[in-house]
């Protein structure tokens, strides 16, 4: 692994107008990472990650790298790109075992982030650097977001999220509330009541977009989203339609594989997939296969009726009467996408925060929302976008949320902080009491 690694590093050219680093919506320093690298400065390396990063493991892992930093390479426009995914990936995972250090000191502020996903991750280890006292809020048992719920484990390991909840979040004092849903029992107002100076409202997309056709509602119909969080709960027999041609229906498709469909279509309404070429080139080799141009019109227990597709003057899609056909399947997955269905978004928490007709927060690029205090990112306020893109955006957000709290004065102490503590009962005393 080693030697591959730097095969690729030597490749590198060092431009002085990286290119590599603009394509990188994070703009990762890549030449830098690569020289300490070959300087042997491995751990200097990782820290410029991390520093960067802090999702630098699993972003090595699920960027769409040949649009990004291995698109943009100039090597690649002759040749073969310098493959920084691997490079990054070694880097970040080996200087990952080394992080151990505890919280920074205590800046005597609260920090409420709502969503365990990748803005609000990135979000609650910046501002504990900063020494803010960060919780967690999440309505699933365990961190990631789409990450873990949305992300096959083929392509993002449980275990990357597990070591980075254990080296970022515990071991830096962040607390992590799971199964919690605000919006519902507990309101902003209960937590500006309980000290937090500011919230962070990232929230993913969980509702799937239907297609609202006959059908969709049948036994042997499940939506990506859903299958992708727990695809061993359906049962969607040897035969599988997969409506879409996203990443998401590429995940689809190749988890479908993975536990036990023999037979895989993916069927898209254009002449192109949504999809990278690298996703899509795996689900080929892996023996999916593809039909374009071709529109669902109606879902039935035994297939699904598509019609060919045509594009009219202005570039749309169009059916093409009495062209439909049914091909027959056992399962279907309707994998198009998501949209907003958070309890979160209920009136009595976005009273006075301006919000799109679509449900979305409204806020400026730093993350400022109509309501002071409350803050937000990613896809509940931009809709669905990538992990890297989550981290970018949530990197402006976190340096705009620590200006506002900065400015504001220290929080109150508690009216009962001097009240006699009560010693609790030791072990012994317990024993004594509980056995005869």
Known sequence: MALHVMEEANRCLGCKKPRCQEGCPIHTNIPEVIRLLKDGRLNDAGWMLFENNPLT???????????????????????????????????????????????????????????????????????????????????????????????????LPDDVLDDFAYRHLELKGIQFRPNTKVGSTITFEDLFRDGYQSIFVGAGLWKPRALHIKGESLGNVAFAINYLASPKAFHLGERIIVIGSGNSAMDCARTAIRQGARFVTVFNRRDQLAASQYESSYAKLEGVHFETMKIPMEIREDG????????????????????????????????????????????????????????????????????????????VAHGARTVVEAVANGKRVAETMHAYMQALPMPEPSVYANVPVVEPLSSSVLTEQILP
Not at 317 to 330: F, M, N, Q, R, W
Not at 354 to 369: C, Q, V, Y
């Open 57 to 155: 493991t699993v972003c090595s892992l699920v960027c769409n790298h040949e649009k990004q930093c291995e698109g943009h390479c100039i090597r690649g426009i002759k040749d073969v790109p310098v493959h920084f995914s691997v490079i990054e990936n070694y880097i970040s995972t080996t200087y990952a075992n080394q992080m151990v250090s505890g919280p920074a000191p205590s800046n005597g502020r609260k920090v409420a982030i709502i969503g365990a996903g990748p803005a609000g991750l990135t979000i609650a280890v910046i501002l504990a650097r900063y020494g803010y006292q960060v919780t967690i809020f999440d309505s699933r048992d365990k961190i990631g977001g789409v990450m873990r719920y949305g992300i096959p484990d083929f392509r």
């Open 304 to 379: 699904v009726v598509f019609a060919d597709s045509e594009y009219d003057e202005e570039g749309k899609v169009h059916a093409i009467a009495g062209s439909e056909k049914l091909y027959p399947c056992t399962g279907v997955i309707v994998a198009v996408s998501q949209e907003l269905g958070s309890s979160i978004m209920q009136m009595h928490n976005t009273e006075n925060i301006d919000t799109r007709p679509s449900g979305l927060l409204i806020a400026d690029e730093d993350g400022r929302t109509s309501r002071p205090g409350v803050f937000a990112a990613g896809d």
